[in-house]
């Protein structure tokens, strides 16, 4: 018997360790059945084809293979995530010259541009994958796993689906849930297992209560994360719960609050200083220097990934200058450049220490937006042992502000803004700002946007406050460094479209409004 999971596109490749999971461990490269969890036996009359996991560590190595895969995946997790989120909004310029980023910074993205058809593979595969250890985790063979080892273990792996399910109906809308294994076809199961391999797209109101199932069964049940902000535990479902909220298809404002509050109960709060984040310390080697993070697991960080030396990331080449060797893949243009309304941003409000933690001014080889001379490279991920987070408190702490105003109460949305702002250096609010909603929410917009700048956030809100046409245009009219636009931002704007691959393979799932 082999136990299969969807898998429409290519099955990414599991990872195996025989030790605790977290986002901080080195993968392992080499495909596992263990891990799969597969077994090729065949059956006897008696065997239960449900069974997945046949004992504890099948089920464990599977597991710590769900915290590689977040680690593992830069594509999407790191790279796509801030293209998307920066690029396709006024924050960043495509960078270099390939359709993969200037689709999006033209607002050209088809069902055919690269970034958009890797992450629908990599985001509904990876959500296959959880799929799979939380059914099977229920039933492990040999009966292993006490009660409370088994909902601890697949709160986890709701926390992580919830997160992916998240990112995807933020990008598309309306997507396709799977929640079973789908079963090996048959000649006498064929109708009843097609829709499980060509699933139908679910409604995105249907998609956002999925997510917050898995979140607040999660919510009961996670671990406690003890420090470690590598694990998908109880704070970051908190965390993921105060974020969904905020979103259109289930926004409650009052339970954004309450799940925030709760964080801050826990002992989160800000850094005293930004560059906690993501300063490094440059220690001189035989061959250079070593760029390793000077702060991780801070009080400000919910869920990170660390890179230990030996092992490191490439993102950081593809953004500029590792620090680590300065001349590595130092020859070609660099992705997601800081735009001139994105630095003008910074200085309107003389806001350096954020903006020099965000944006650096380096010579190069080339001039597609810059001087080569004094060129604008994004700075927060300038190593390749740089942390990289998934979610902080300053996010959720201005979510917060957000469902404040909502509920009219200026004068806690106005002392949060401050609080954000005198750690960052810069003035705080004047009394008229505070006592005029439009003015304090226009203030709180841009504060999101400087605190959040180049990690993938601006596109969203931009998206959640209905300003995609008024932000988007704007910059288009002032920003002189802008590509012209390809096609003008509409409503339609809201979504990306949907991969040619997913609509020729799948007959089930239909195209977004608009492409």
Same mark, same amino acid.
């Given at each position: 018997?082999?136990?299969?999971?969807?898998?429409?596109?290519?099955? =990414?490749?599991?990872?195996?360790?025989?030790?605790?999971?977290?986002?901080?461990?080195?993968?392992?490269?080499?495909?596992?059945?263990?891990?799969?969890?597969?077994?090729?036996?065949?059956?006897? @009359?008696?065997?239960?084809?449900?069974?997945?996991?046949?004992?504890?560590?099948? @089920? /464990?190595?599977?597991?710590? $293979?769900?915290? *590689?895969?977040?680690?593992?995946?830069?594509?999407?997790?790191?790279?796509?995530?801030?293209? =998307?989120?920066?690029?396709?909004?006024?924050?960043?310029?495509?960078?270099?010259?390939?359709? !993969?980023?200037?689709?999006?910074?033209?607002?050209?993205?088809?069902?055919?541009?690269?970034?958009?058809?890797?992450?629908? !593979?990599?985001?509904?595969?990876?959500? $296959?994958?959880?799929?799979?250890?939380?059914?099977?985790?229920?039933?492990?063979?040999?009966?292993?796993?006490?009660?409370?080892?088994?909902?601890?273990?697949?709160?986890?792996?709701?926390?992580?689906?919830?997160?992916?399910?998240?990112?995807?109906?933020?990008?598309?809308?309306? =997507?396709?849930?799977?929640?079973?294994?789908?079963?090996?076809?048959?000649?006498?199961?064929?109708?009843?297992?097609? /829709?499980?391999?060509?699933?139908?797209?679910?409604?995105?109101?249907?998609?956002?209560?999925?997510?917050?199932?898995?979140?607040?069964?999660?919510?009961?049940?996670?671990?406690?994360?003890?420090?470690?902000?590598?694990?998908?535990?109880?704070?970051?479902?908190? $965390?993921?719960?105060?974020?969904?909220?905020?979103?259109?298809?289930?926004?409650?404002?009052?339970?954004?609050?309450?799940?925030?509050? !709760?964080?801050?109960?826990?002992?989160?709060?800000?850094?005293? *200083?930004?560059?906690?984040?993501?300063?490094?310390?440059?220690? /001189?080697?035989?061959?250079?220097?070593?760029?390793?993070?000077?702060?991780?697991?801070?009080?400000?960080?919910?869920?990170?990934?660390?890179?230990?030396?030996?092992?490191?990331?490439?993102?950081?080449?593809?953004?500029?200058?590792?620090?680590?060797?300065?001349?590595?893949?130092?020859?070609?243009?660099?992705?997601?450049?800081?735009?001139?309304?994105?630095?003008?941003?910074? #200085?309107?409000?003389?806001?350096?220490?954020?903006?020099?933690?965000?944006?650096?001014?380096?010579?190069?080889?080339?001039?597609?937006?810059?001087?080569?001379?004094?060129?604008?490279?994004?700075?927060?991920?300038?190593?390749?042992?740089?942390?990289?987070?998934?979610?902080?408190? #300053?996010?959720?702490?201005?979510?917060?502000?957000?469902?404040?105003?909502?509920?009219?109460?200026?004068?806690?949305?106005?002392?949060?803004?401050?609080?954000?702002?005198?750690? @960052?250096?810069?003035?705080?609010?004047?009394?008229?700002?505070?006592?005029?909603?439009?003015?304090?929410?226009?203030?709180?917009?841009?504060?999101?946007?400087?605190?959040?700048?180049?990690?993938?956030?601006?596109?969203?809100?931009?998206?959640?406050?209905?300003?995609?046409? /008024?932000?988007?245009?704007?910059?288009?009219?002032?920003?002189?460094?802008?590509?012209?636009?390809?096609?003008?931002?509409? !409503?339609?704007?809201?979504?990306?479209?949907?991969?040619?691959?997913?609509?020729?393979?799948?007959?089930?799932?239909?195209?977004?409004?608009?492409?």
């Amino acid at each position: 018997m082999k136990l299969k999971y969807i898998n429409i596109f290519s099955i =990414i490749v599991a990872m195996c360790l025989a030790s605790s999971c977290g986002l901080n461990y080195e993968p392992v490269s080499d495909y596992s059945d263990i891990t799969e969890g597969i077994d090729d036996t065949e059956p006897d @009359a008696s065997e239960d084809a449900s069974i997945v996991y046949k004992n504890r560590a099948d @089920a /464990e190595s599977a597991l710590t $293979a769900l915290y *590689e895969d977040i680690r593992g995946n830069q594509n999407f997790l790191q790279l796509d995530y801030l293209l =998307i989120g920066d690029v396709h909004s006024d924050n960043a310029y495509a960078g270099t010259t390939g359709s !993969e980023v200037v689709d999006p910074a033209t607002n050209d993205l088809n069902s055919t541009t690269l970034c958009v058809n890797r992450d629908w !593979e990599y985001l509904f595969d990876q959500a $296959a994958r959880c799929t799979r250890f939380i059914v099977g985790v229920e039933k492990v063979a040999d009966g292993s796993l006490s009660d409370s080892e088994v909902k601890s273990m697949k709160a986890q792996a709701e926390i992580f689906r919830a997160l992916i399910w998240f990112r995807a109906a933020r990008m598309w809308g309306n =997507i396709p849930l799977v929640t079973t294994i789908p079963p090996d076809i048959t000649s006498e199961n064929i109708a009843e297992a097609y /829709e499980s391999y060509f699933p139908k797209q679910n409604t995105e109101a249907e998609a956002y209560e999925a997510i917050l199932n898995d979140l607040l069964d999660a919510y009961q049940y996670a671990p406690a994360g003890n420090g470690d902000k590598t694990r998908f535990s109880k704070d970051v479902a908190t $965390a993921l719960l105060a974020k969904v909220y905020a979103e259109k298809p289930v926004r409650d404002y009052n339970k954004v609050i309450k799940y925030v509050d !709760e964080l801050t109960a826990n002992g989160y709060a800000l850094n005293p *200083e930004y560059g906690m984040l993501f300063d490094v310390d440059m220690t /001189e080697s035989s061959t250079g220097y070593v760029a390793t993070p000077l702060y991780q697991n801070t009080a400000e960080s919910i869920l990170e990934i660390h890179y230990p030396v030996g092992s490191g990331n490439w993102a950081s080449w593809m953004y500029g200058h590792c620090l680590e060797d300065m001349s590595y893949g130092f020859t070609w243009a660099k992705w997601i450049t800081p735009s001139r309304d994105l630095t003008a941003a910074f #200085d309107e409000l003389n806001d350096t220490k954020r903006k020099e933690q965000t944006v650096i001014y380096q010579e190069c080889d080339w001039s597609n937006y810059y001087p080569s001379n004094d060129y604008a490279f994004m700075y927060k991920v300038r190593s390749g042992y740089s942390v990289i987070y998934f979610l902080r408190y #300053d996010d959720l702490l201005l979510l917060k502000a957000e469902g404040l105003l909502a509920n009219n109460d200026l004068t806690g949305a106005a002392a949060i803004i401050d609080q954000i702002r005198t750690r @960052a250096g810069v003035r705080t609010l004047t009394a008229s700002e505070k006592g005029n909603k439009e003015t304090l929410f226009s203030l709180y917009v841009n504060e999101r946007r400087l605190e959040l700048a180049c990690e993938g956030e601006r596109w969203y809100d931009l998206c959640r406050l209905d300003l995609v046409q /008024e932000a988007m245009m704007a910059a288009q009219r002032t920003d002189p460094g802008r590509l012209p636009l390809v096609n003008p931002y509409t !409503e339609n704007s809201y979504l990306l479209p949907i991969p040619q691959d997913v609509l020729d393979t799948n007959p089930n799932v239909v195209q977004n409004p608009g492409y």
